[in-house]
């Protein structure tokens, strides 16, 4: 048979789209020539494979070889091909057996010798072939984290005569089995070596429990990133769907496999950070600082000293969850649900207000910091919390809050009844969804537009409050928003009105 197909996987953002690798074996004068918009490494893998099909003992058919990769019209890169073409080439020209190729997906980086090497990207391979019911072959390196996915038959090889004598019957591969050394997760920060900040601390618990964002606002060395540093060990572990989502982003993003069970990401880019790097793209666009943090936390500290047109790209992520970069060609959707955390200085100076009467900033100054951060931007943080200089002690009893293990077990309680009563946190409650569950009796929304006229808060301003003192209402277990909620939720409003 001089037709062979193999299956194979490309790399698009997080997704893993189907291609089809067709190698066919014609007469004429040899030659070989690869077709399916191809890039550069995928090209140059005919001299890979050519080389990896003869160190291994086959024969390189000396005839006019064609070799497909469909659908033509998508982009390929990488060097994930080569052992799907070297598979095609070996089944047309009848050394292995083409009907066997047919259930298996297969993946892999040819070294010239006809060994395996890893390639990036093998997690949404996993589970795009899961969903195919296909098996899936990768390099050894590779399969810890292609068995990520539950319920994949996945085969891991070496070299390619291993693969070889599979295919031919004559030493069957064994599905590998998982070692589970991907499950090892480091403890978090402690909450309790945090000095003081009662009131921060109450404002981290509340920005837990509900997914809110948060913006810290105090002078240098107060524990404004500590504080931040924190709140990872409060969210409540990954289950099973989100940790695969992390996995696979930095499956894609990274340039090794895997090393450990994700946890909830905490990512803390500079203030000099492009708009690329915060939110991806390239040529061939790869996923940015906010898709990074996707089911954890961004730190932006400095706020202000980032980029105003860098920060404005947060918007549309903030509200929808995702961030779409669009190219001439194409448009790759990564997700960025991600809880943002920022701080900031109240001057430039960064010691306004502070008893020693230190900062000489001027009232210009002091403006012109501030106008660095839209109204927007600012309406979308849910929670403004003003982060004082605690009182100097060395060697302070850890006592005047809770520890990590404490304050998650209060978040992980208010996160179950949300989840039970709603399916989400209530940050993430859409507008049917906040009448039905942060509804008000008359008095008490009346109490409620008529602070947000004062404080002149906008519409979306006042929505936010509502889930913030939803949130309130059910750390303290309580099924109905209370008149103490609300004020509790409007003076994480206030400062910054």
């Known amino acids: ?174 599905p590998y089995q998982a070692q589970g050394l991907l ?71 990274g340039s090794a496999p895997l090393a450990a069970w994700p946890q909830r990401p905490f990512r803390q880019p500079h203030h000099s950070a492009s708009g690329p790097a915060l939110v991806g793209g390239g040529s061939r666009p790869r996923p940015g600082e906010i898709t990074l943090a996707h089911q954890g936390v961004l730190f932006l500290d400095e706020l202000p000293e980032f980029d105003r047109k860098v920060l404005e790209v947060l918007r549309e992520p903030l509200e929808s969850g995702e961030i779409v970069i669009a190219r001439a060609n194409d448009k790759v959707r990564f997700p960025a649900r991600f809880q943002l955390v ?50 100097t002690a060395l060697g302070a009893p850890h006592l005047d809050g809770p520890d990590t293990a404490g304050a998650a077990a209060q978040v992980a309680a208010a996160r179950n009844r949300q989840l039970v009563r709603q399916g989400c946190p209530n940050a993430f409650l859409d507008l049917p969804g906040l009448h039905q569950h942060c509804a008000l009796d008359g008095e008490d929304r009346q109490w409620l537009e008529r602070a947000c006229e004062r404080l002149g808060l906008s519409l979306r301003a006042a929505h936010r409050i509502l889930k913030v003192a939803r949130t309130l209402a059910d750390l303290e277990a309580t099924p109905d928003i209370a008149r103490t909620h609300l004020a509790e939720a409007l003076q994480y409003r206030a400062s910054s009105a």
Request: one cysteine or more.
């Open 1 to 174: 048979m001089s037709l062979a197909i193999v299956h194979s996987r490309a790399q698009v953002g997080v997704e893993a789209p189907a291609v089809t690798v067709e190698a066919h074996l014609a007469n004429g004068l040899p030659a070989l020539t690869l077709v399916g918009l191809p890039e550069t490494a995928v090209r140059e893998s005919k001299d890979r494979v050519r080389s990896a099909i003869l160190t291994s003992g086959f024969d390189f058919p000396a005839r006019r070889i064609t070799l497909n990769l469909a659908p033509a019209d998508l982009p390929k890169d990488g060097g994930r091909f080569d052992l799907a073409i070297a598979l095609g080439i070996l089944a047309a020209s009848e050394q292995l057996p083409a009907a066997a190729l047919d259930p298996l997906e297969c993946l892999g980086e040819l070294a010239l010798s006809g060994s395996l090497r890893p390639v990036r990207g093998v997690l949404p391979a996993a589970l795009a072939a899961r969903a195919a019911g296909r098996t899936l072959v990768v390099p050894r390196a590779n399969a810890e984290e292609a068995s990520l996915a539950s319920g994949l038959t996945v085969l891991a090889i070496d070299h390619l005569l291993e693969l070889a004598a599979h295919l031919n019957g004559q030493t069957p591969l064994a």
């Open 183 to 253: 499950r090892q997760t480091q403890p978090y920060p402690d909450l309790a070596d945090v000095q003081g900040q009662a009131a921060a601390k109450r404002a981290l618990l509340v920005a837990a429990a509900g997914s809110h964002n948060l913006l810290l606002s105090g002078p240098p060395g107060t524990g404004k990133t500590l504080l931040a540093s924190r709140l990872p060990g409060l969210l409540p572990p990954l289950d099973e769907g989100e940790a695969l989502e992390v996995a696979a982003i930095h499956s894609v993003a």
């Open 342 to 391: 920022a701080a900031m200085n109240p001057c430039p100076c960064g010691y306004l207000g502070d008893p020693a009467g230190r900062c000489r900033c001027t009232p210009e100054q002091i403006q012109r910091y501030r106008a660095r951060l839209s109204g927007p931007l600012l309406d979308r943080i849910d929670l403004h919390i003003g982060v004082a200089r605690e009182a």
